[in-house]
């Protein structure tokens, strides 16, 4: 990360096209980024292609960006709208909608087994969740989007915003028992 009395001055040699300011921004927001995108698409060969297509914005971009404290969400919101955009065109002929379901209709999901696993575990699992099952989790759980909101990123109805949330919640929750079923038990030393 780069240090908030630096940023300013090195967004603006990347306006002025400066390679190695860009290549400072590139070094040390990679990492981050990369796993963002890991959260969205599935291989790592469609989150490398979405990170190169999300510096390319940012770096023709930067121009615009008018206040430097917004830097790193106006990043953030670049590197999300180029992977939902990859997954549009990935299953741009197997989006199925389904009609509007209000949200008090669908049961709540407790997270028993959630404490037994690392953050790594949680993440392999969201990973193996279908695309857009996997897009709506991420932007409604881990990124804060509301349901109008994810509709009108993934060009989808409100009510099917819910029931991929509903879908993606069942499945995690199936696949946290299923790994805690799978552990083997602690065994407990009593001293006496």
Not at 127 to 141: A, D, G, K, T, Y
Not at 152 to 157: A, F, K, R
Not at 170 to 191: A, R, S, W, Y
Request: proline letters at 2%.
């Amino acid at each position: 990360m780069i240090d908030r009395n630096k940023i300013e001055n090195i967004i603006e040699q990347c306006k002025a096209k400066n390679r190695v300011a860009q290549k400072i921004i590139y070094e040390s927001y990679y990492d981050r980024y990369f796993t963002l995108c890991k959260r969205y698409l599935k291989s790592d060969d469609l989150a490398k292609e979405a990170l190169n297509k999300m510096f390319y914005q940012v770096f023709t971009n930067i121009k615009n960006l008018k206040n430097s404290t917004l830097f790193e969400g106006w990043m953030k919101q670049i590197c999300i709208n180029t992977c939902l955009n990859i997954i549009k065109k990935n299953n741009k002929n197997r989006l199925v909608n389904i009609e509007e379901a209000p949200a008090d209709k669908l049961p709540k999901i407790e997270n028993e087994g959630i404490s037994n696993l690392v953050m790594e575990d949680i993440f392999q699992m969201v990973i193996q969740l279908p695309s857009r099952m996997r897009s709506v989790f991420n932007l409604h759980v881990i990124d804060g989007y509301k349901h109008q909101e994810i509709s009108e990123q993934l060009n989808i109805s409100v009510g099917t915003s819910k029931f991929h949330l509903h879908q993606a919640r069942i499945k995690l929750k199936e696949m946290i028992e299923l790994q805690d079923k799978t552990k083997e038990p602690q065994k407990l030393k009593v001293h006496g």
